[in-house]
C-alpha cells in the first residue's frame, strides 16, 4: 500500500510493517486484490495517536463448530430496515448467550456478517433507519462494523480473478484466544487487537498464501520482518505468528501508543482505523469475538462478490447475494 514515489514512509518502515493488501481483502466486504498493492491511504503520511480503550477482562466462552459450510446462514431482509434490526438483534443476543449452542454461535456470526455486508452496501437512508431500530448495545457493535467495512473497502478494488490461496479451517477460538491472551501477559498488547488484525489478515488464519508482496502466514509477515520479530519460529505457526505480531506493536509504541502501533504494521490511517473499531467491540464485549471467528472470506471480483469456502481452490466458490 506504500507508494515510494511519495517519499513518506522510510525503507525501515516498509521493512517492518506486517500487513500488505492481500490481508485487507480478507477482510470484511473488502475486495480481493486486483493483482497489485492496495490503495496507500494518502492521509497516511504521519502516524495517528489514538488512545486505545482498556482491554476487557472477561472470556468468551468457547463456541467452537465446522466453519466454510455456506448456504444455511439466515438471509439478511434487505427490504425492511425493521426486519434487518430485529434479525442483527437476535443474532447479537445468540452471540451473547453462554448456553447457545455451537451451531447457533455459527449461523449468528455468519449472518452478522452477512448482514454487516448488505448495510454497508445499502443506501444511507436505509442504513440509518436500521440502525435507528437496533437495541442501543447491537447498534454500537454494528457502527463499528460498518465503519471498518468502509475504510477497508476503499484501500482494495476488485480482482479480475480468484486469488492463489488456499482456504483452510481456523485453530478453535479457545485455542487462538489463548495465544492472544499468552502474547499480551508478555507484551501488555491487548488481545482485542492480535485477534482483530487476525481477522482483518487472514479470516483468523482460513487464507494460506503469500499476498502479492510476499507476506505470509496468518499475520501477514514479509520474511524480512518475521526474521526481527519471529524468534526463530514457524511463520504459518498461529502461536508464533501472534507473539512475532505483539513483539512488533511493543517495538512501535504499544499498547501506549496502539494507533501509532498499528501504522507501522501497516501504514495507513484507513488499517489503522479498521482494526481499532474492531478491537474496540471486542473490548466492549467479548461475545464480538465468537462471531468473528465464524466470519468467512469474501472475494469481491470484477463480475460478482464470492465467498470462498473451506477447501477452496478444491471446492468451489460461492456466488453472494447481489454480487
Not at 451451531?103 to 448495510?119: I, P, S, T
Not at 499476498?211 to 504459518?236: H, V
Not at 482505523?273 to 469475538?289: D, H, I, K, L, N
Request: glycine share 8%; aromatic share 6%.
Amino acid at each position: 500500500m506504500a507508494d515510494d514515489s511519495r517519499g513518506r514512509v522510510s525503507a525501515a518502515l516498509l521493512l517492518a510493517r506486517g500487513a500488505v493488501a492481500v490481508a485487507i481483502t480478507a477482510a470484511l466486504l473488502a475486495s480481493c486484490s486486483s493483482g497489485e498493492q492496495a490503495r496507500r491511504d494518502p492521509s497516511a503520511s504521519a502516524s495517528p495517536s489514538a488512545a486505545p480503550r482498556e482491554s476487557s477482562g472477561r472470556t468468551p466462552p468457547p463456541s467452537a463448530a465446522p466453519s466454510g459450510r455456506p448456504g444455511d446462514a439466515q438471509a439478511p431482509s434487505v427490504g425492511d430496515a425493521d426486519t434487518l434490526a430485529g434479525q442483527l438483534d437476535r443474532a447479537v443476543t445468540t452471540l451473547r448467550k453462554r448456553d447457545a449452542t455451537v451451531d447457533e454461535v455459527r449461523k449468528a456470526g455468519e449472518f452478522q456478517q452477512l448482514a454487516v455486508r448488505a448495510l454497508a452496501r445499502a443506501s444511507h437512508p436505509f442504513r440509518r433507519q436500521v440502525l435507528a431500530s437496533l437495541r442501543p448495545a447491537t447498534a454500537r457493535e454494528t457502527r463499528a462494523q460498518l465503519t471498518a467495512a468502509d475504510l477497508l473497502t476503499a484501500l482494495t478494488e476488485p480482482r479480475v480473478k480468484f486469488p492463489p490461496w488456499r482456504i483452510l479451517e481456523p485453530p478453535q477460538p479457545e485455542v487462538l484466544l489463548a495465544y492472544y491472551r499468552e502474547a499480551e501477559r508478555l507484551t501488555g498488547v491487548p488481545w482485542t487487537y492480535l485477534a482483530a488484525i487476525h481477522l482483518v489478515e487472514t479470516r483468523m488464519g482460513r487464507i494460506r498464501g503469500p499476498s502479492t508482496a510476499g507476506a505470509l502466514g496468518p499475520m501477514q509477515f514479509m520474511p524480512a520482518t518475521w526474521a526481527r520479530y519471529g524468534a526463530g519460529g514457524d511463520i504459518n505457526d498461529p502461536r508464533d505468528a501472534v507473539l512475532a505480531a505483539a513483539r512488533l506493536l511493543k517495538d512501535h509504541g504499544a499498547p501506549g501508543d496502539m494507533a501509532g502501533a498499528l501504522w507501522h504494521y501497516n501504514p495507513s490511517s484507513r488499517y489503522v482505523g479498521a482494526v481499532t473499531a474492531y478491537a474496540r467491540t471486542m473490548q466492549e464485549s467479548a461475545s464480538a469475538y465468537r462471531g468473528y471467528w465464524h466470519w468467512q472470506v469474501f472475494c469481491q471480483l470484477r463480475r460478482g462478490a464470492y465467498l470462498l469456502p473451506v477447501g477452496y481452490p478444491d471446492v468451489r466458490p460461492v456466488p453472494l447475494p447481489g454480487g
